[in-house]
């Protein structure tokens, strides 16, 4: 009987095993196709033309020093099959790092959800811009490899063997040449892991202590461009550091941009965490009646906040006129309180420390971005993935066991928001193509005229914006530098064609 039941438990396994396989599979397909129809845009117009080479000739002096970043884009911005099956790739892989990094590991559909619904400035600068891409979600890729590998710490156990001695420094040295604050947060995650691990363990992890090594190193390769001097010196046109007036400067970042980036603009991820951080506040409050009054207190928090931002956006009222910012500001810190605070309510010891991690990942992948301007939206990319996790921890601690109407109810949101995003891009792949056709068949012309991409604000620059843009767009396409170039609406511009 009990070989019997051996065998069933091991049917049981590789069946689940085989569903998993599959849905990856499908969802690495889907991505696929999504991520085929994203068009070049801005800055990948220069990356994939002679302006790019020519950064690359000069090892990317007074550019950055993001040579991994710029390295990607590189190769990413000359063949969109390559691009594609790396977009395709590496959002897989987060969504699969996400998955096994939650305590037993049970939905992978939430976070395939919630990174559909990635708020659309966001979405537009990290995952449909290619040079956004390779920088933001690239970065990431890395990172929560590194995270990944060490899994296990979350319950007592790590390793140390020769393998990731030899490789950690290498993955640490390539993970800090991408993007600035996601550097400064791979030095923090390697000294903390060396300091977990010496204080747990009483000895020193030299796998950590090489990961931290490699990263010092790229570092300094990074920083040792003079770019950063530019920007530090207040030379740069473009960036700049706001140490002189740190307050001033940290202040009005936040209460203009970040506190919408960090919390604010993610809707559909705010509304499920919410409900999911009541669901598990309930859960404590059935066993234990001491922290009731907090509770109410984090629970009425917990539902305002997301009601807040929804009305603000949908109803296009500013409730407190022009201190409504400072208003929304200072209740995201509330709310963030709030989600930390209700972590102490989670009794599991592995859950608590998971979703500590994540939630100290967000403040220092945050912290750096008080000090440097301008900041968009794709910066935030990598804080929305910790928030992602945030939200996958959560609802593995109050659901028990997934029922089949949370998974038809999870699979119907999943699938009305591919098709979303198929029509919206489907529609953009139709006239970017469209708009290629014609500067293959007129490029050498006196004018040309094209059509510009519908759907604008889910794409990042997808026409030039000036003439240097110009410039670099008729490169990239091969169009004769003497040709003028008029962009017109896709309605009048297939009107033109007709005459």
């Not at 992890?205 to 990961?211: A, E, I, K, Q, T």
């Amino acid at each position: 009987m009990n070989h019997g039941l051996h065998i069933t438990n091991g049917m049981v396994m590789n069946l689940k095993k085989k569903n998993k396989l599959l849905f990856y599979g499908i969802l690495f397909f889907l991505l696929f196709l999504l991520c085929y129809l994203f068009p070049y845009s801005h800055d990948d117009w220069a990356w994939g033309s002679r302006y790019g080479l020519e950064r690359l000739e000069t090892y990317f002096k007074g550019y950055n020093g993001r040579w991994a970043g710029n390295l990607v884009v590189l190769a990413l911005t000359r063949s969109n099959f390559f691009k594609t099956l790396i977009m395709s790739f590496s959002l897989t892989f987060l969504i699969f790092c996400i998955e096994e990094l939650t305590h037993k590991k049970k939905t992978y559909l939430l976070p395939c959800l919630l990174l559909l619904a990635t708020p659309i400035l966001i979405f537009r600068e990290a995952i449909v811009w290619t040079a956004g891409f390779s920088n933001y979600v690239a970065s990431m890729v890395f990172v929560f490899l590194f995270i990944y590998m060490n899994k296990d710490i979350f319950i007592g156990k790590t390793k140390d063997t020769w393998g990731r001695r030899l490789f950690f420094p290498i993955l640490g040295f390539i993970s800090v040449l991408f993007v600035e604050h996601v550097t400064l947060y791979v030095l923090v995650l390697a000294l903390l892991s060396i300091f977990y691990y010496l204080l747990q363990y009483k000895k020193v992890n030299w796998s950590f202590v090489l990961y931290f090594v490699g990263s010092i190193v790229g570092t300094i390769l990074m920083f040792s461009n003079s770019a950063y001097s530019n920007i530090s010196s207040g030379t740069d046109t473009y960036r700049s550091i706001g140490l002189s007036s740190f307050l001033t400067s940290s202040i009005t970042s936040y209460f203009t941009t970040i506190y919408k980036y960090l919390s604010a603009e993610n809707y559909v991820l705010n509304v499920v965490l919410s409900g999911l951080v009541l669901l598990s506040l309930y859960r404590y409050l059935k066993k234990e009646k001491r922290y009731e009054k907090i509770i109410y207190i984090l629970s009425t928090i917990l539902v305002i906040y997301p009601i807040y931002n929804l009305v603000l956006r949908y109803s296009g009222i500013s409730l407190f006129l022009k201190y409504t910012k400072y208003i929304s500001g200072l209740f995201t810190v509330i709310y963030c309180l709030s989600i930390l605070t209700s972590v102490f309510f989670i009794k599991e010891k592995a859950k608590r420390c998971k979703l500590l991690f994540a939630l100290i990942s967000i403040i220092t992948l945050t912290a750096p971005l008080f000090v440097v301007t301008p900041i968009g939206g794709r910066c935030f990319f990598p804080i929305y993935l910790f928030w992602i996790w945030v939200v996958s921890l959560f609802y593995e601690n109050v659901i028990q066991e997934e029922s089949s109407y949370i998974k038809v109810l999870l699979t119907s949101l999943l699938v009305f928001f591919f098709i979303y995003l198929f029509c919206i891009y489907g529609y953009v792949f139709k006239v970017d193509n469209a708009r290629k056709k014609e500067i293959e068949e007129h490029k050498t012309e006196e004018t040309l005229i094209l059509p510009k991409l519908p759907y604008t604000k889910y794409m990042w620059c997808p026409d030039p914006v000036n003439a240097e843009f110009l410039n670099r767009f008729k490169s990239f396409y091969g169009i004769d530098s003497t040709t003028k170039v008029k962009f017109v609406s896709y309605k009048e511009w297939r009107k033109e064609v007709k005459k």
